[in-house]
Structures are given as C-alpha cells and as structure tokens.
C-alpha cells in the first residue's frame, strides 16, 4: 500500500502563529501585572509597604512620643496662669509664709495669723512659667498676676511691694546673691520650654517623610536632636533652678519660710522631655538600621523577609511551556502543550 502524503493548511498555520503570540503576548502581560502592578505597592516583585513594615511602626512609635511630648509640655507651660482645675494645682515651686512668725511666740495662734495678714502677706506664693499666684490656705488662690514674657520670680520684689508702708521683713542674705542667676536661668527656660513643644508638634507630621529614605532622616535627626535637647535643658534648668532656691529660702534659722516644689509641674516636664528624648533615639537607629523604600527599590537593604515571597520566586519557578504542532490527515492541525 502507498503511503498517502499529508498536506498542512496554510490558514491553519496562520492561525497556530496567531495563537503563539498571543499566548506570548498573554504571558509577558500576567508577568508585567505581577512583577510591576500599576498601584506602586510592589517593585519588581517586592511589596514596598511590607518590607518597610518595621520602619513604619518605629516611626509611628516617635510620632506618638512626640505628641505625648506635645501634650506634657503644652500643661506645663500653661501651669498656674488661672484657678482652673489642674492648671492651679500645676506649679514650679510653692513659698509657703504661714509660719512667718515663729509658733513659739507667746500669743494666740488666730492673733499671730491676722497679724500676719495685717502686714499684707498672703499665705502662699506659687510659681509658674508666666506669672505667679497668691491665697489664703482656707480660702485657696484668691489672685493671679498678669501673665507675661520671660517672666521670672523675684521673691524679694513680691513680699517687699505686699508688705504695708513702714513694715519690713528679713530676708537671708542669699537670697539677694542668686537673683541675677535666676533670672538669666529663668529667660533660658522660658525659650526652651515654648521653642520644644513648637518642634515637637512639628515632628509629629514631619517624622513619616522619614519611611522614603535614610538621608532624609538625617536632617530630621539634627532637627529632633535640637528639640530633644531644648526640652530636656528647660526640664533640668526649672528642676536645679528651684531647688537651690528650695534650699536657700528654708536655710535661714528661724525665719519659719517653708518652700517646696510642685510634683505635678516637675512630671509634666519630664514626661515631656524623655518623650522627645526617646523618640529622637528612634530616629538616630533608623539612621543604620530598618531599610527604607529607596533601600528596597535600590536593593541596598532587605526589609521583611514576608515581602519577597511569591511574587518574586514564583516568576523564577514558574515552568516553561513548549507548543508544538501536530500533523493530521484531512482539513485542519492541532497542538498540544508539553510542560
């Protein structure tokens, strides 16, 4: 028997070439979609936003200090301007007259306390960063001063200006000597304080920019680190400042002044300041450590290893497909794929 020849359609090859290349046309479009979506959240098969997932939370982490920073230092610096609730319990320091005249002095302690005020002397004197406030133990702050700029406590001037035509006090002889240092120590604080809790509340929506690079972090880091380090002076001014003089105005033998400092204001501000202080330490890590989205599209640095995962190896794994055209007798072919 002679064997038949077999003849192949020319519009059936046409066709088998059509569907090569739109396969192949087909394939290089699922790859693109895979390796660079349009949405930017991969680059060449690397989720951006996960691998960059540790920076992220650090920087959340420093915006949240900063706002606590923000928070602390904003009640310490309004302490003591009113007789609102808090703000009148928020204070730098308290002098405390009550006792001014000795308890042992032979007289009825109601004479001894109306003769004290027949002099003009209030029971207390509280101290706060704009201004002072004064009262009556029983009757609690009865007046504020007006508040004012680089404001500073000068005790002598206070008590010298309350006491009535004619009558005077004693004062310890330190007290005149630490005057001047207290009130250039007081001028510091009082810049520091208001320029940390502008540049804190500033870092708290400047600090995401720093998740695109590390260089970027780097002015930032310079910027906090002068924030960080403002508060942090104010605080230690404020707590050195009046404790001297804690020390100093309770030091005279039997001048009876008491003297203490506020717990709440001296919270607030160190609150505030190890806030700023904490989240400026983040951002000096992040300087060397946790990649940003410029390391990850640059390859300097690996972020999670979570975002290289299937989009990346799949594409290297994924089997190489052969079509081949098998003859048939009569009209028309066929193929078939072999993996």
């Given at each position: 028997m002679v064997a038949m020849p077999s003849f192949r359609s020319l519009r059936a090859g046409?066709?088998?070439?059509?569907?090569?290349?739109?396969?192949?046309?087909?394939?290089?479009?699922?790859s693109d979609r895979t390796l660079t979506p349009t949405d930017g959240s991969f680059v060449q098969g690397v989720d951006l936003k996960r691998a960059t997932q540790t920076r992220y939370r650090a920087i959340l982490a420093s915006s949240f200090l900063y706002a606590l920073?923000?928070?602390?230092?904003?009640?310490?610096?309004?302490?003591?301007?009113?007789?609102?609730?808090?703000?009148?319990?928020?204070?730098?320091f308290k002098l405390d007259l009550t006792n001014l005249i000795p308890a042992s002095t032979p007289a009825d302690i109601t004479f001894v306390n109306s003769?004290?005020?027949?002099l003009g002397l209030h029971d207390f004197y509280q101290v706060g960063l704009w201004n002072f406030c004064e009262g009556y133990n029983g009757e609690g702050i009865t007046k504020c001063s007006t508040p004012q700029g680089l404001y500073w406590f000068n005790p002598v001037e206070i008590l010298l200006n309350e006491l009535l035509a004619g009558a005077t006090i004693a004062l310890p002889a330190n007290i005149s000597n630490i005057l001047n240092l207290i009130k250039i120590a007081s001028h510091l604080m009082f810049g520091f304080f208001l320029t940390g809790v502008c540049t804190n509340f500033i870092s708290i929506f400047i600090a995401p920019i720093c998740?695109?690079?590390?260089?970027?972090?780097?002015?930032?880091?310079?910027?906090?680190?002068?924030?960080?380090?403002?508060?942090?002076?104010?605080?230690?001014?404020?707590?050195?400042?009046f404790s001297i003089f804690k020390n100093v105005i309770t030091a005279q033998?039997?001048?009876?002044?008491?003297?203490?400092?506020?717990?709440?204001?001296l919270a607030f501000m160190w609150i505030g300041a190890g806030s700023s202080v904490i989240a400026w330490v983040i951002h000096l890590c992040l300087l060397c450590c946790c990649a940003s989205r410029r390391d990850v599209k640059q390859g300097r640095k690996r972020g999670s290893k979570y975002a290289y995962g299937n989009a990346a190896t799949d594409e290297k794994k994924r089997p190489v497909r052969k079509r081949i055209i098998l003859p048939k007798f009569g009209r028309g072919s066929t193929s078939a794929e072999i993996v």
């Open positions: 046409g066709r088998n070439k059509e569907d090569t290349s739109r396969a192949a046309a087909t394939t290089r479009s699922s920073s923000t928070i602390f230092l904003i009640l310490t610096i309004i302490g003591n301007v009113n007789t609102k609730p808090v703000i009148r319990s928020t204070y730098f003769l004290a005020r027949s998740i695109y690079s590390r260089w970027i972090s780097l002015p930032f880091v310079i910027f906090t680190f002068i924030s960080a380090l403002l508060t942090a002076a104010a605080a230690i001014i404020a707590t050195v400042m033998a039997g001048l009876n002044i008491g003297a203490s400092l506020g717990t709440d204001m």
